[in-house]
């Protein structure tokens, strides 16, 4: 059985409808103010999918992962068609503790929306 801890990042894109997304790409801004990729759900229930799809919008032209590409899974070609989001809603999540330089190895498993939280109290991606 795996280790798992809780920690909090920011909604930075999704899978699927923005409005009902199937899966989270969380993200922290590193000391620089760029917006590091740390993990992704696992898909999300239907009722999580209503909950975090109406706290988010489209991210716009200047949002930094428009262009940006993401594999799949660990070691993977094959890349995760996404929808960026104003990156400026916190979740809380749970995720195993294998972590590479700040990133999540496995899915993780979205919690709750902490709308106390702004993404500039967050920490930077493994700290």
């Known amino acids: 059985m795996r280790a798992r801890a809780g920690a909090e990042a920011v909604v930075a894109s999704v899978t ?6 199937s899966t989270l790409l969380l993200g922290r801004y590193d000391e620089a103010g760029r917006l590091r990729f740390i993990a992704r759900t696992a898909p999300l229930s239907a009722t999580a999918r209503g909950e975090v799809g109406s706290f988010l919008s ?3 032209a200047e949002h930094p992962w428009q262009h940006r590409r993401f594999a799949v899974g660990w070691g993977s070609r094959e890349m995760i068609d996404h929808r960026p989001v104003a990156p400026d809603v916190v979740v809380e999540f749970a995720g195993d503790t294998a972590v590479d330089e700040g990133r999540y190895r496995h ?4 919690l709750w929306v902490r709308d106390d939280l702004s993404p500039e109290q967050l920490p930077p991606p493994g700290a």
Do not use: K, L
């Not at 699927?16 to 997304?21: L, N, Q, T």
């Open 16 to 21: 699927g409808r923005v409005a009902a997304p």
């Open 58 to 60: 489209p991210g716009g």
């Open 107 to 110: 899915p993780v498993r979205y």
